[in-house]
């Protein structure tokens, strides 16, 4: 059974910097790529940031390109986003997924399907 768990979201002003983790375990965690979504109230899930298992390739949304920097720690078992000059519209649930890199990985990252165990989310709040 793989467990994921989210943490490091909070409140911080439009221009600050947060940095997430996500930790997983339970079972071994080889070819498993680790992605990150967010859910803004009232709106659907969307894909931010993803990364492969040998961390060799990063994925990133339009929206958070150059801003957020998508990293991972094996030997922990964690993944890290790195967000800075974070705006007001980065409000959001940050929920971390981990699935199969498979070959349809790199087709469909962007869509909730291919993570398999997704974690509970770590609210990340931009006001001033």
């Known amino acids: 059974h793989v467990q994921i768990v989210e943490s490091g979201g909070g409140s911080v002003q439009p221009g600050g910097s947060l940095r997430l983790s996500c930790t997983a375990s339970?079972?071994?965690?080889?070819?498993?790529?680790l992605g990150w979504f967010r859910q803004a109230p009232g709106k659907e899930r969307e894909f931010v940031s993803a990364i492969t298992w040998s961390g060799a390739r990063q994925f990133y949304s339009d929206s958070v390109k150059g801003r957020f920097t998508i990293s991972r720690d094996n030997a922990k078992n964690t993944v890290y986003l790195q967000m800075n000059s974070l705006r007001p519209e980065d409000t959001a649930v940050y929920y971390c997924?981990?699935?199969?890199?498979?070959?349809?990985?790199?087709?469909?990252?962007?869509?909730?399907?291919?993570?398999?165990?997704w974690g509970q989310g770590t609210q990340v709040t931009v006001s001033s």
């Open positions: 997924g981990e699935g199969r890199e498979t070959s349809d990985f790199y087709s469909y990252y962007r869509r909730e399907g291919p993570y398999e165990y």
């Open positions: 339970g079972s071994s965690l080889a070819n498993y790529a």
